[in-house]
Nanobody, 124 residues
Framework: EVQLQASGGGLVQAGGSLRLSCAAS????????IGWFRQAPGKEREGVSC????????YYGDFVKGRSTISRDNAKNTVYLQMNSLKPEDTAVYYC?????????????????WGQGTQVTVSS
């Protein structure tokens, strides 16, 4: 069974930090690019960050550049997203995305598997 288990979300004050994790199983993790997308109520799902399956190339949405870092540990089948200087507008459900490609794309329709999501809430 394919699983992408997102965790690490929670309630944090503006300016704080969170580290999200995506633990994968049921597929060949190292052959997939992994990304993070988020969706707030009434908003479309948008790309946050992704990392390639090969050379570790990373990509970030404009709204998180300079504030977040994505990384992967293939030995643990896990991808991490470190988010700093969080803002109230970062509040959303964050979803892990697996893409059967080397270079990821920050487009929801490029996803082959979705995780269940983890809630991030940033207070003022």
């Amino acid at each position: 069974e394919v699983q992408l288990q997102a965790s690490g979300g929670g309630l944090v004050q503006a300016g704080g930090s969170l580290r999200l994790s995506c633990a994968a199983s049921g597929f060949t993790f190292e052959n997939y690019a992994i990304g993070w997308f988020r969706q707030a109520p009434g908003k479309e799902r948008e790309g946050v960050s992704c990392i390639s399956s090969s050379d570790g190339s990373t990509y970030y949405g404009d709204f998180v550049k300079g504030r977040s870092t994505i990384s992967r540990d293939n030995a643990k089948n896990t991808v991490y997203l470190q988010m700093n200087s969080l803002k109230p507008e970062d509040t959303a459900v964050y979803y892990c995305s697996a893409q059967r490609r080397e270079l990821c794309i920050l487009v929801p329709r490029g996803t082959d598997y979705w995780g269940q999501g983890t809630q991030v809430t940033v207070s003022s």
